[in-house]
Structures are given as C-alpha cells and as structure tokens.
C-alpha cells in the first residue's frame, strides 16, 4: 500500500503522514513512513522539529491559538494609530470648535430618500437650547451635506516629528462637523483626542516596561546565580517594596511632583514612579528559575571552559529561560498602561495639556456626564481594548513558549 501523506498538522505545526510501508519495504521518493504504533512520533517529524530553531517551534504552536492571534492583531492595529495619530485624526486634537458637548456624528452613504452616494458624506448640525435645562441640542440638517474624502488636506503635522505634511486618512469639507466619537466640553473632536491619547498611553507602557524588565532581570538573574549576600540584600528590598501597597505610593509620589514641570519632564517621572515595584515579580519570579538552571551541565561546562560568571549569566542562563521572559514581558504591560491611566484620571498624574487617555476620563467623572454625555467614556473602551489584547496574546505566548510540551 503506498504511503499517503495528510495536511493534518500537530501541535508544532508540521505535517504528518499515514499509511503502510510499500511493499517490500522500501518507500517512495519524497514519502516518509508511518509511524510504527499510533501517537509515536515519525522519523521526519522528529528530524524537522530538531533541526528547527526556537523561534520556529513557538510560532508554530502560537499560530494555533486563534484569540493569541486576535489580540497581537488588535496591538499592531492600535499601535500603528498611535504611531500615526496626526495621520488618522481628522481633526486637529487640540482645535476648539463651537459644538460643545456635540453626540457622535458618523459617515453616510445614503441621504434621507434612499439613494447611495458614490463618497460618504455628513450632514450639518442644528444647535438648540432646551428650555428648562438650556442644554445644547444637535440635530442634523438634512439640507446640508458635506463630502468626505480619503488621503485629503488637513491641518499641518509631521510625520514621527520629522516629515511636515498635510495630508490626513479621512478629511471633510472645511468646516464640516466630523465628529465621528463627539466632542468634549470645549468643542475638541474626541475621536482625534483619543488617538492623540494613545500615542501617550501606550507608550509609557513600554518605556516602563522596558525599565523595569532591565532591573528586574539583572537583579533576579544575580540574585538566583550568584546566592549569598547579594540575594539576601535584593530579596529583603523585594519584600520591603512589595509590602508598600501600590495606589498610595503612587500617589504620594505624584503629588510631591512640581506643578510648574513641563509635560515631558512629568512623563518621564511617572514612568520611573510606575517602574518602582513592577520589577519586583519579574526579579523573584526569575531567581527561582535560575535556581533550578544553574545546576544543569550546560552550566558547569561553560564555566569549565571559562567562561565568566557574567557570561554564563547572558550567553546561557537567560536564553534558557527566555520563555518566561517573554510572557512576563507581554503581561506587564497592561499593568503599566493601568497605572498610568488611573494616575491621570486621579489628576495626579499626566495633566493638560498633555493627552492620555486617562486624562480624557477625567471629565467622565461624575453621574451627569455618564448620563448626558456617554461618549466621553469611550477613552475607556480602548483601555479595556488594549488590556484584553494583552492578555490574549500573553496567553498563546505562555502556551507557546514551551514548544516541546504535548
């Protein structure tokens, strides 16, 4: 019976194959045999998952986590806006308008008789003032229409701070009301102040990462491989830091910030401020896998054939334990943007004129904004966005890290 080869796929994501041997004994050109019982695992499969890189097998077994997918998916799409917020805002963020408080107000193809349009369009607004209330009311003018285009001229900006242009994803008609999240109480377009927003957010996030997964790493790895003194010291610090509950330091570390300090000045120390305990997990979390590695024979080799302690530490050490580097690294990243989103909405931390999405919620604080103007809570969907995109993708990269797991 001649060998067939299937297009199922294992765990890692290589193909398999069924059937017989020929007869014989022999096997066809470019066929691999079966495997001699079922769930052992065929010659070729095993020559392609050794020969394969560590990258490799995780991405084939993270490919088959579909919500891993959907949320690095959702991270690309929401970094890429913050990246190019100036180019997808269609409105300047900072522009004051006349429509205070305006309800979101979409795209259309089709007018008020039924009939499509070749290019989208809004209509104009009405402004109103109840009688008893005198609050504003927009209601849209049928009568007036405004085109809408893509890759139009906008307001002046420069790209990643460096290439001015004017051009802009989505742009109307001068003038025209395009406010497709509404406005907030000075008339500014949300949807732009949102995207504007996220360019702060999310990057605090990494940038505090990024600080924290540097201590953490080099304390914990220490700590773990080199013992004595040194690991006692790092773990009494760790256990003094993470006994101080986070909201109250992070407040009394803000609020000792001078007011008179520039935006960019204040970013930086609420990084550092988010930076001071998040290393703490990753650094103890660490030293017990060290602990478990720096007994293997890989490591007295390498410091047989003398190779230095802080060698052995980077060159082997770590990239033993890269997995969990990683899932530590994709999950603490939501933790940081949380934090500096509660700060802001606090007022403790970023202020205006900076834009983070925490500093918008700061006008969603009270009942009377929730029931009135709702979508000044918008800003809170795309934190949940984010946070849960995280997570998805923490997730199959947790799953995937261990490539050789069944």
């Known amino acids: 019976m001649a060998t067939n080869r299937t297009d199922d796929l294992d765990d890692g994501g290589v193909p398999t194959y069924s059937g017989g041997v020929p007869e014989g004994g022999l096997v066809a050109a470019g066929a691999m045999p079966a495997p001699a019982a079922e769930g052992e695992l065929a010659p070729a499969f095993e020559e392609h998952i050794y020969v394969a890189t560590q990258w490799q097998l995780i991405w084939w077994r993270f490919r088959r986590h579909k919500l891993g997918l959907i949320g690095s998916a959702l991270l690309i799409v929401l970094y890429s806006m913050a990246i190019f917020c100036d180019f997808f805002s269609t409105m300047d963020p900072v522009a004051r308008t006349e429509y205070i408080y305006c309800q979101p107000h979409g795209l259309s193809l089709r007018d008020e008789t039924g009939a499509w349009s070749s290019r989208p369009f809004v209509y104009g607004l009405d402004r109103t003032l109840e009688d008893v209330t005198?609050?504003?009311?927009?209601?849209?003018?049928?009568?007036t229409k405004y085109s809408v285009q893509f890759f139009g001229q906008g307001y002046q900006y420069k790209i990643l701070g460096i290439i001015p242009t004017s051009r802009h994803f989505l742009t109307a008609e001068e003038g025209a009301p395009l406010?497709?999240?509404?406005?907030?109480?000075?008339?500014?377009?949300?949807?732009?102040?949102?995207?504007?927003?996220?360019?702060?957010?999310?990057?605090?996030?990494?940038?505090?990462?990024?600080?924290?997964?540097?201590?953490?790493?080099?304390?914990?790895?220490?700590?773990?491989?080199?013992?004595?003194?040194?690991?006692?010291?790092v773990q009494r610090l760790i256990e003094f830091l993470l006994s101080i509950p986070n909201i109250p330091l992070w407040m009394a570390l803000s609020a000792a910030l001078p007011r008179d300090w520039s935006p960019l000045r204040i970013y930086f120390f609420i990084t550092l401020i988010l930076?001071?305990?998040?290393?703490?997990?990753?650094?103890?979390?660490?030293?017990?896998?060290?602990?478990?590695?720096?007994?293997e024979d890989y490591?007295?080799?390498?410091?047989?054939?003398?190779?230095?302690?802080?060698?052995?530490?980077?060159?082997?050490?770590?990239?033993?334990?890269?997995?969990?580097?990683?899932?530590?690294?994709?999950?603490?990243?939501?933790?940081?943007?949380?934090?500096?989103t509660s700060l802001s909405f606090l007022g403790l931390g970023l202020r205006p004129p900076v834009v983070s999405w925490g500093v918008l919620l700061q006008q969603a604080q009270n009942a009377r904004t929730m029931a009135q103007q709702p979508w000044l809570l918008i800003p809170a969907v795309f934190v949940i966005l984010t946070v849960l995109s995280f997570n998805f993708a923490g997730d199959g990269l947790r799953d995937a890290a261990d490539p050789y797991a069944r």
């Not at 996030?205 to 003194?229: D, K, P, Q």
């Not at 007295?300 to 334990?321: D, E, I, K, M, N």
């Open 275 to 295: 930076s001071l305990q998040s290393w703490c997990n990753l650094a103890r979390a660490l030293r017990g896998k060290i602990l478990q590695q720096r007994g």
């Open 179 to 233: 406010f497709l999240f509404g406005t907030d109480s000075l008339g500014r377009d949300l949807f732009s102040r949102v995207l504007k927003g996220g360019s702060i957010s999310l990057f605090v996030g990494l940038l505090g990462v990024a600080i924290s997964f540097a201590i953490g790493t080099m304390l914990g790895g220490m700590s773990g491989y080199l013992g004595g003194t040194l690991d006692l010291i």
């Open 299 to 340: 490591v007295l080799a390498a410091r047989l054939a003398g190779s230095s302690q802080l060698r052995v530490l980077t060159r082997h050490l770590f990239p033993a334990v890269a997995s969990h580097l990683i899932v530590s690294l994709t999950l603490s990243i939501p933790g940081m943007i949380l934090g500096e």
């Open 134 to 143: 005198l609050r504003r009311v927009y209601t849209m003018d049928t009568s």
